[in-house]
């Protein structure tokens, strides 16, 4: 196992490598991660969707939903939440401020791409009409519900989450091998999706699910007869009021309580730099 301070100095040329991924690369590889964690989203939604009971339901869902991480993790692949450590080198000036924010957009996008392609292949395939339709109504629910929290709850629920996450990445880079790798990642991601915070790639695959099962007459229906209301989901409030505050509070929770920190504590001025 590679202690805190090996972590910290692995990541500098880690980060380093993923600034400098060529555009393609960078922008194919996140639209892997992007389906990798739509995938482990209707796993989650489809596991819990019958449980009658909404606390174990929950729980269910979130044991499950860490399939998507470590898929990322292991199969290789670039998402926008965990790459907010590559501020570690920024900041040991390994690399730098214009690499890292070039990453950023590019992941971004590609995990969105990803993201909506899953969810258009689940809802196209029918895949959301599992139980009788009651999947697919779960999945407008939950669309709804991201799309109706408010600008500050959605900043805060995601800098909750993207602490998780980076802590999830961080303690996977200090196994050695895979099966301690997805065993470091689990607790955390169990932890942020019970919580109900916000992933911001997980949310291009939940919110876009959701309208494309409301464009369904049928799916729109089924969700109308069961009493939600899907005024709040619009594609206006899929990038304004969720997206956008998501987006800024994962970065402030990855990069700032994770990535500073960590630089600070393990790598400011013991003049070790990226190899």
Known sequence: MNS???????YLSIGKGKSNTPIPNMFLLAFMAGAFIAFGGISSTTAAVSIPLASVAKLVGAMIFPGGLAMVLIAGSELFT????????????????????????VVWLGNLVGGVAVAGLC????QVSLFNGALATSVISTAVGKCSLSFGQAFLRGIGCNFLVC??????????DVVGKIAAIYLPITIFVLCGFEHSVANMYYISAGLFCKANETFAA?????????????????????????????????????????????????NVHAE
């Open 167 to 176: 802590i999830a990445v961080w303690m996977s880079f200090a196994a050695k």
């Open 82 to 105: 965990g790459n907010n450590l590559i501020i570690i080198p920024v900041l040991n000036k390994d690399t730098t401020a214009g690499k890292c924010l070039m990453n950023w957009l």
């Open 123 to 126: 809802v196209a395939s029918g």
């Open 4 to 10: 805190p301070a090996e972590v910290a100095k692995n």
């Open 222 to 270: 089924a969700a109308t007869e069961a009493g939600v209301d899907m005024t709040n989901l619009t594609v206006g409030n899929f990038f304004g009021a969720n997206l956008l505050p998501v987006t800024l509070g994962n970065i402030v929770g990855g990069a700032i309580f994770v990535g500073c920190i960590y630089w600070f504590c393990y790598i400011k001025g013991k």
